[in-house]
Every structure is written in C-alpha cells, then in structure tokens.
C-alpha cells in the first residue's frame, strides 16, 4: 500500500519520540518488584499485567490523542477507540511482561499504525538498553542515542546453519508441539525467551527464525512492517496473513520462510 513517504516519514518520527518518552515510565517500575495482576481465566497459564502495562498504554493514547484526534486507538489494556481516519494505531505497552516482572530485558514497547487495516509501520523499544526499531515501506533502522543504522537480515542457509527462537517451547501443545519439535532437531541452535526482541534479531541478521502461537494482534502488528523492511518473511503457519496473531512464523529469507512453513504445515490452522 502506497503511502506519501514524507508523511510516512513525519509519523515515523512522531511514534519513535512518542514510545521512547512512554518507556521512561516503564523503567519506574522496572527491577522494583512491580505489583502483578493475572488476568487469566481460573487455571489458566499466568496473564500478567502491571502499573506499568497501564501507564505505558495510557502515556501513549494520550501522545496520539493530542497529535492525531480522528485516529483509532487499539491495545491490550485498555478499550479500543475507533476513530474516523483510515489510520489505527495498535498498542501494546509491555511486550514481555514476564520477563519484565523477572528483571529481565527481553521486553519492549510495542506500537503499530494501521492504514485502513494494513499494518504500516512498526516499532520496538527496550528502555532500559536504549535501543529502538523501527520499519516501514521508508526502510528498516535500528536507534541507540545517536547511532542509527539501516537493519538486514542475513542470508540463512539451510535448516542444518539456522538459529532459531521462541519465547517459551511450551506455547505449544499436541499437533504443534510435535511440529515444532521437527523443526527444532533440524536447526543448529534454539534460544528461548525472547518475546519481541528475538524478532528485532532476526530484522538485526543476529538470528534466522521465530516460531511462536497463541499471539494476539497486540503481539504483532508492529513486528510485521520491521521484519518485511528488512528483507524477512513474516506469516502464519499457513503462509498467510498473521496480523491478527494466532501462529506466526518469522524468516530472514523466503527459502528458509518455504522450508519451515512445511515442518509446520501438519499443525497450521
């Protein structure tokens, strides 16, 4: 989808100076045992969300708010807002709030816009590194204070060379467990915990695979133009769309993206 790439540019630069003020809040809370609440169903696998999920979302509605009032607001904490512009913006104020809640710095704000449901342009940032991405038809670039740098990946090879992540290996279970078992005996290496920056590495060239399921629109809609600009393949297991989440699959090329679609393939739905 063909968008002005001055106004492109424009709002790249209003999200990224939006996230990284919104992040400072996040590191209030950060490694200063934030009280949790589970929003999971009696039973279920922990949901977690803290002050800081709400405050992060709240700081970034209100940025968009007061710059864009006809657009839509959508996220994991708080109601959607559908606006009267073809432009959304999707939130998702901690990815990772496991691992945030644990002290770890595997986490990142995460915010998408949308032009008439097409995700357009994605970012990442990790506060407490200082690191961002961002990714759109405009290209892929990583930021660190004043270090900026146009992001690639990296030419994968064959399943035998691949470095493969995902969050957590019990994300699956039945069909897609033994799916993704297949895929994992064939790689050289499988790292766990991740969340959103495993997907930053790949768009990096740091890594060559991501398989996750169970993700909701929030989890990815950002990932989506960054993994794409930076010459990867992003889809469901199916080959198709994921930007409403469910299972996704994350290549740094379209051979590897073929050769793991078919060691999914029993498991997609």
């Not at 790949?202 to 929030?218: C, F, H, I, N, R």
Request: aromatic content about 8%; overall charge negative.
């Amino acid at each position: 989808m063909w968008l002005d790439p001055a106004a492109l540019g424009e709002l790249e630069r209003f999200a990224r100076t939006l996230i990284e003020d919104a992040g400072q809040l996040a590191l209030d809370h950060f490694r200063r045992q934030p009280e949790v609440t589970d929003k999971s169903p009696a039973g279920a696998a922990l949901d977690p969300v803290t002050a800081a999920d709400r405050a992060v979302e709240a700081r970034i509605r209100e940025g968009i708010r007061a710059r864009y009032p006809d657009h839509g607001l959508f996220g994991e904490e708080a109601e959607d807002e559908p606006g009267s512009s073809d432009f959304a913006w999707m939130i998702d104020p901690i990815d990772g709030t496991r691992g945030f809640m644990s002290g770890f710095v595997h986490w990142g704000v995460l915010l998408a816009l949308r032009h008439r449901s097409e995700p357009v342009l994605g970012l990442v940032h990790q506060p407490y590194t200082g690191e961002t991405w961002s990714g759109a038809a405009l290209g892929a670039h990583f930021y660190r204070g004043a270090e900026v740098a146009p992001m690639r990946t990296r030419d994968c090879g064959t399943l035998g060379a691949v470095v493969l992540a995902t969050t957590d290996p019990y994300l699956f279970e039945g069909a897609e467990a033994a799916a993704f078992e297949s895929l994992r005996q064939q790689v050289r290496l499988t790292r766990y915990g991740a969340d959103c920056y495993a997907y930053c590495m790949l768009a990096m060239g740091q890594l060559d695979l991501v398989v996750e399921s169970g993700l909701k629109p929030w989890d990815v809609q950002a990932l989506i133009p960054i993994i794409t600009a930076a010459g990867g393949v992003i889809s469901n297991w199916r080959g198709g769309d994921c930007r409403d989440g469910g299972q996704v699959l994350a290549a740094g090329d379209a051979v590897l993206h073929r050769a793991a679609l078919a060691r999914l393939a029993e498991a997609a739905n």
